[in-house]
């Protein structure tokens, strides 16, 4: 039995036959390659949440969806919960879920809608500003190694400050600081900043600026995202350091900024070296002094040695006796001149030493508990004397009243007579008839005593008498 080959018996192997996965991977380059990192505004829908911590929905407006996928990594940084419903602004990769063909966002970045319109206003005015230049590494200038004074653009009850000043404490405790206070957030603050940063520069008493603020949303910190602070950070003549909110919080200010710190911690970090540092610094250099000193003294002998060997071997002995004598003196000159420089690093490092020592708080302690015991003995002195003084004023009151006391007059052999009957005091003879009953106080004791004569009325007699 023969079979004939039809026309469609023969292969075409010139075909290039693509498999599935070929053409998804390779659309899935091209969507990768051809598209930028975007910013999409759209509203959450189908919103899934799996054990992986994975988020997986669509983005809609009107007319058209996407399915996203935000993976977990990402979810974490986060400052919100997405929920069904709400509109959200996404910073997404385009690509493809290869395994199904499913066309799909990567999310990257995700916030409300209406911080993100605000965000975007913000890459826009740092689009603008960096065309201009203002953002140039050429235009930033480095700070002081050792500044001499530091001014803290800051508020003055925020704990950025506590934290900048701990920190400086810490790393330079003498070092002197300037804190211009001002608002970091409300609609005035920005102005009240670039106020701060003019006056800092008129008076010129700081040769560093340190910008800076504690975390906050994007709200809080967009004083620091004022076009006018960034020109003025540009035009000041002092360098100025900026520390504002948190790692991931970057604003205008910094990018103007000729160096931008993390946090305000790190700002005062980078402002000064550590006393401890300078310290080993200090001691590395004296080490190293000592150390080629001695190489080049080393060195020094060497090439002593060698000249005498070599005039040693020359004769005749008067120009060997010549040559030892300028090498004699070459000898002295090269010591002296060695013992000069270490005598004058000696000096040098004593001097360092006590300026360290003077500058120590403890003088001014010692000073201030002197004075303490001084202001104890004066007031220890002023006291005594006040009490002197008012125990006189005492006595010599108490001897006037005792000069105007009725009982110094009764000393004298006065009486004081009363009535019986109600204690009045008699003044009159014509108020005591005869039979009243009279009280009679002499100086000491009292005595009770009854009228007998009446008044006279024809007469004004002396007296009367009482029984």
Partial sequence: MSFAAGPQASLDFSRDIWTVSRLNAEVRAVLDASFPLLWIQGEISNLAKPASGHLYFSLKDDAS???????????????????????????????????RGDFQLIVEQMEPAGEGALRLELERRKRRLAAEGLFDQARKRALPVFPKQIGLITSSSGAAVHDLLTVLGRRLPLLPVIIYPVLVQGEAAASQLIEALQLANRRNECDLLILARGGGSLEDLMAFNDEGLARAIRASAIPVLTGIGHEVDLSIADLAADVRAATPSAAAELA???????????????????????RRLHAAAGRVETAVRRLRSLHPASRLQQRAQQLDQVEYRMRSLVLRRIERERARLRSNDLGLRAASPRHLIEAASHALAVFRQRLARAGAQAVALRRDRLAAIAGRLDALSPLSTLARGYAVVTLVRDGAPLTDAAAAPAGTLIAVRPYKGRLIARVEDGPDDDADPPGRRAS
């Avoid at 399915?67 to 986060?78: E, P, V």
């Avoid at 419903?85 to 395994?99: D, F, K, M, T, W």
């Fill in 65 to 99: 969806q996407v399915r996203c996928a935000l993976f977990k990594q990402k979810r974490r940084l986060l400052a919100f919960e997405p929920g069904n419903g709400q509109q959200v602004l996404a910073r997404a990769r385009v690509g493809l879920y290869e395994p």
């Fill in 272 to 294: 000064v070296p550590s006393a401890e540092q300078l310290a080993g610094r200090l001691g590395d250099l004296e080490r190293r002094l000592s150390g080629a000193l001695r």
